[in-house]
């Protein structure tokens, strides 16, 4: 049997600014949740790296998103590697907006 897990409230949309990424922390793991032109989405909180460096304190570019310790690039929406393809995809999750909150779905 699979349990079904609540979405997660994140916050207000207006709270992120858009093209930027927020570090969110759940039951001490922690995700990195992208405002984009094209939408709201969320990946992992740390890359792939040695360094498991915080994926908010990277830079973004469009839907990419470049790690700011190793150099590394991913694609924010679908989480695959681009400058990499060694690196290992970032896991992503749904995010949903209602009445102006985000929920993180688990």
Same mark, same amino acid.
């Given at each position: ?32 949740? $992208?405002?984009?032109?094209? *939408? ?13 460096? &915080? ?15 190793? *150099?590394?690039? &991913? ?12 690196? *290992?995809?970032?896991?992503? $999750? ?5 009445? *102006? ?6």
């Amino acid at each position: 049997m699979i349990e079904e897990i609540e979405p997660i409230l994140i916050g207000e949309l207006i709270d992120i600014d858009k093209d930027s990424v927020e570090n969110f922390e759940y039951e001490e793991i922690d995700y990195a949740i $992208y405002h984009l032109e094209s *939408g709201i989405f969320a990946t992992q909180g740390h890359c792939n790296c040695e360094e498991q460096a &915080f994926l908010s304190e990277g830079a973004i570019e469009g839907e990419e998103l470049e790690c700011a310790s190793c *150099g590394k690039t &991913f694609s924010i929406v679908s989480g695959d590697p681009i400058s990499d393809p060694d690196a *290992g995809p970032l896991k992503t $999750y749904d995010v949903t907006e209602e009445d *102006g909150k985000l929920y993180l779905n688990l």
